[in-house]
């Protein structure tokens, strides 16, 4: 939220401090200071003109040339602008001036024609965007003098940044209450007082018992100037505070919503039949937005509405028959209170967060709303004239919120502080927040104000009592601790031990959303039980994650949208799993990773190829080995609704899965927008990275005896079954295997494969001699060709 100190000013009693010691005062306060910023750039040059004529160029239809009076003389200036015209003010940049952007102004001669200076718009000054002609000063504003003196541009802005807690605070009027507080100045603000009715005309409102609205103050105003606008000084207050002037209407009730924090909305009276009507949508009902949208309610959905059509969505925007028209004469002023559970993620649903959701959400003041009515009144009726009615207040007494007390123990709070702050000070800043105290002896009763929503508990007081104390005030004392080394066990390949296997393995860590959107949930994992957010920060983000791969796949898209040609990523996270049968929802840890583009980096000593299964999973069994149990771990041949058929594995330790390994499916790569095929992995850590404890093994002082074979098998005979065949076959004696060359072609039978293998065999106690080699070797022939009906190639 940005705040004026101008603004800010009138609400306080007294001299504000410097705006950088103000800002650290708040931000120690608990409201984040995130910037401190001049209204306005400097401006040298730039003063107040009067254009006391105007003619057509003529040389240029587009142009006119203008006399415009700098208070001193008449100058000549040759102006574009559609709006310019006799008896204007607007700014006037005169010769020698140098504007935001660098632009010095100079004598110019525009077709044929002088000009000794430059009239400007919002957005030449950098005051707002708006472009359209020249900035209309107020006719007030005196001739001669600098723009930045006659629109108050000497100011400040402080950039908050509100935790969602503190909804108190999206107001002029919420700050000045904490630099009340914090500075001991008194609050006072501009005064008010009931705008007396002109006449008797009311319009009809129903509250709907239940349905989340328990105060709705309406008032009939009518025969307002559709042509009038709102004050410059208005219009400059929303520019400072981020909002764009439109219309009076509309600034009145965004320049009430910016000081008091109570949002508004102003109906064309044309536009309302019957009366209003604030209940629950039906379901399927349909409503046509201010911003063009449509959407369908359903009955967790609050609606004011008339006799015959829904207006908008409560507290959220106002629909498409509820705006205010360039010709709108009669309008009704709406300022309403909304429970904050009515309103909570109603307009995230739907993609919307408004600035009156966000202010409904956190809790409004429900004692506003008469002042603000009468505030946007006085206020409309100065700039638009009109004949205001009665103010007339709808409300459920029995279902606005009440106000508990909390106990607080003035010993206690000392000893959670740690600062000896007496109990006089911790009344004195209590009643300064607005806070009614019944003090006892040992325990005191305190009742928050009706705008702070946030607090329930006594740990809610203590921190009010510390942060308007001040942390930098509270002592810094050494509180002495047990420091417990934790265990580190060698069962387990830790996660940051997994992960630099895979940083030396090119990849880089990546960290994800754990919530995505539910629609990709589906692609990368249809048929799984989501757990969907009941209020999710935005529709992208409401489902919990069954799988790494949606977000790492999103990221590889975005890298590749970026012209990386080669791209390893790994996150090491938790998906989230529910049994609807057990009514459970299980985190799982798991190390997941991506490859795409290139198997290596671009180079002059190998030809350039994709990355294959392959390539990924020597990444995968390198993860693998570090348990020290690589030998339990099987490759085995699987279907995975993600993964496309004939590339994909499932990874068992033992009986027990591990994981998946294969490349994306090719309508999932078409979905994520993948330029180049992914492959990817999962692991799940409790049962892939549980480590064998390593133990010694007696290192032979004997050589090695290696003996090669080539076998022909089917086709569908997994070359893993080939190796279990032999490490059962050979016994203690063989070492390692090496698969080092798989043949289809010549002289193989249609449907089978050669397959080569050389066996290492070494015995620790001595030299294995010809004879025990050759019979090692035919026991693993015999049992090859037993259990997996191979034949030794024999050419």
Same mark, same amino acid.
């Given at each position: 939220m940005r705040v004026s100190l101008q603004w800010l000013s009138e609400w306080i009693g007294g001299p504000l401090p410097a705006p950088k010691d103000l800002a650290a005062g708040l931000t120690m306060a608990g409201l984040e200071i995130e910037g401190v910023e001049p209204a306005a750039p400097p401006l040298p040059g730039v003063i107040v003109g009067e254009i006391v004529e105007?003619?057509?160029?003529?040389?240029?239809?587009?142009?006119?040339?203008?006399?415009?009076?700098?208070?001193?003389?008449?100058?000549?200036?040759?102006?574009?602008?559609?709006?310019?015209?006799?008896?204007?003010?607007?700014?006037?940049?005169?010769?020698?001036?140098?504007?935001?952007?660098?632009?010095?102004?100079?004598?110019?001669?525009?077709?044929?024609?002088?000009?000794?200076?430059?009239?400007?718009?919002?957005?030449?000054?950098?005051?707002?965007?708006?472009?359209?002609?020249?900035?209309?000063?107020?006719?007030?504003?005196?001739?001669?003098?600098?723009?930045?003196?006659?629109?108050?541009?000497?100011?400040?802005?402080?950039?908050?940044?509100?935790?969602?807690?503190?909804?108190?605070?999206?107001?002029?009027?919420?700050i000045a209450r904490e630099v009340a507080a914090l500075t001991g100045q008194p609050l006072t603000g501009p005064a008010w007082t009931p705008v007396p009715a002109a006449s008797r005309e009311s319009f009809p409102v129903e509250l709907t018992a239940g349905a989340g609205c328990v105060r709705f103050a309406s008032r009939v105003i009518r025969g307002l100037d559709p042509q009038a606008r709102s004050p410059a000084w208005m219009q400059e207050r929303l520019r400072r505070s981020g909002l764009r002037p439109i219309s009076a209407a509309v600034d009145v009730t965004n320049y009430v919503m910016l000081e008091l924090g109570q949002p508004l909305h102003a109906y064309d009276l044309r536009e309302l039949a019957g009366g209003i009507v604030v209940r629950r949508a039906r379901a399927g009902e349909k409503l046509k937005l201010l911003d063009g949208r449509e959407i369908v309610m359903d009955e967790?959905?609050?609606?004011?509405?008339?006799?015959?059509?829904? /207006?908008?969505?409560?507290?959220?925007?106002?629909?498409?028959?509820?705006? #205010?028209? *360039?010709? +709108?004469?009669?309008? &009704? $002023?709406?300022?309403?209170?909304?429970?904050?559970?009515?309103?909570?993620?109603?307009?995230?649903?739907?993609?919307?967060?408004?600035?009156?959701?966000?202010?409904?959400?956190?809790?409004?003041?429900?004692?506003?709303?008469?002042?603000?009515?009468?505030?946007a009144t006085a206020l409309l009726c100065a700039c638009a004239g009109g004949t205001p009615g009665p103010t007339q207040l709808a409300e459920l007494a029995h279902d606005l919120p009440r106000q508990a007390s909390v106990? /607080?123990?003035?010993?206690?709070?000392?000893?959670?502080?740690?600062?000896? #702050?007496? *109990?006089? +000070?911790?009344?004195? &800043? $209590?009643?300064?927040?607005?806070?009614?105290?019944?003090?006892?002896?040992?325990?005191?009763?305190?009742?928050?104000?009706?705008?702070?929503?946030?607090?329930?508990?006594?740990?809610?007081?203590?921190?009010?009592?510390?942060?308007?104390?001040?942390?930098?005030?509270?002592?810094e004392t050494v509180q002495p601790a047990r420091q417990a080394m934790p265990a580190l066990t060698e069962t387990r390949v830790q996660g940051d031990a997994a992960a630099d296997i895979l940083v030396q393995r090119g990849y880089f860590e990546a960290i994800t959303y754990s919530f995505i959107e539910p629609l990709r949930q589906a692609l990368f994992s249809p048929g799984a039980v989501s757990l969907t957010l009941s209020n999710p920060i935005s529709a992208e983000l409401a489902t919990m994650r069954a799988s790494l791969w949606p977000g790492l796949a999103a990221a590889v898209a975005s890298n590749q949208r970026r012209q990386q040609p080669r791209v390893r990523l790994f996150e090491v996270g938790r998906k989230f799993l529910v049994d609807e049968a057990r009514s459970t929802l299980h985190e799982v840890p798991v190390i997941a990773g991506i490859a795409a583009g290139s198997a290596l980096p671009e180079q002059w000593g190998a030809p350039r190829t994709a990355v294959d299964f392959f390539d990924v999973r020597a990444d995968v069994e390198a993860l693998l080995r570090a348990t020290v149990a690589a030998d339990e771990f099987r490759f085995v041949a699987g279907v995975h609704p993600a993964l496309d058929p004939g590339q994909t594995a499932e990874i068992r330790r033992r009986d027990r899965h591990a994981g998946w390994i294969g490349r994306l499916h090719p309508e999932v790569e078409r979905q994520v927008d993948l330029t180049y095929s992914g492959i990817v992995f999962e692991l799940e850590l409790d049962v892939a990275m549980a480590a064998a404890v390593p133990h010694f093994h007696e290192v032979s002082r004997f050589p090695a005896v290696r003996r090669d074979l080539a076998i022909v098998v089917e086709e569908r005979v997994p070359v893993q079954k080939l190796l279990d065949c032999v490490q059962n076959a050979a016994g203690t004696v063989l070492r390692d295997t090496t698969v080092f060359d798989i043949y289809r072609g010549a002289g193989i039978e249609t449907g089978c494969k050669s397959v080569a293998i050389g066996l290492n065999l070494q015995d620790v106690s001595r030299t294995l001699t010809d004879d025990e080699t050759d019979a090692v070797v035919a026991r693993v022939v015999s049992d090859l060709e037993r259990e997996c009906s191979a034949t030794i190639r024999d050419r």
């Open positions: 105007r003619v057509k160029h003529p040389n240029a239809d587009t142009l006119s040339v203008c006399q415009v009076s700098t208070g001193a003389e008449i100058v000549q200036i040759v102006c574009g602008a559609p709006n310019a015209r006799a008896g204007m003010k607007a700014p006037l940049a005169t010769v020698g001036a140098r504007l935001p952007g660098g632009m010095e102004i100079r004598k110019a001669m525009l077709r044929g024609v002088e000009s000794l200076g430059m009239l400007c718009s919002a957005r030449e000054l950098a005051l707002s965007e708006d472009s359209v002609g020249l900035l209309e000063l107020p006719a007030d504003a005196p001739t001669g003098a600098t723009l930045t003196e006659a629109l108050g541009l000497d100011d400040t802005i402080l950039d908050v940044n509100l935790t969602p807690n503190r909804g108190d605070c999206m107001s002029v009027l919420g967790t959905v609050l609606v004011i509405a008339d006799r015959e059509k829904s /207006l908008g969505l409560a507290g959220v925007m106002g629909g498409d028959h509820s705006g #205010i028209g *360039d010709d +709108t004469t009669d309008v &009704l $002023l709406e300022v309403a209170f909304f429970l904050p559970d009515a309103i909570a993620g109603r307009g995230r649903r739907f993609g919307l967060v408004t600035d009156a959701s966000q202010r409904f959400e956190r809790g409004v003041d429900p004692t506003l709303q008469e002042r603000a009515i009468e505030r106990q /607080l123990r003035p010993e206690r709070a000392r000893r959670v502080i740690g600062a000896d #702050i007496s *109990d006089t +000070t911790m009344a004195s &800043l $209590l009643t300064g927040l607005g806070m009614r105290l019944d003090r006892g002896d040992s325990a005191w009763r305190v009742t928050p104000p009706t705008w702070r929503f946030d607090i329930a508990i006594e740990e809610d007081l203590i921190e009010e009592i510390a942060r308007t104390h001040g942390f930098d005030r509270i002592p």
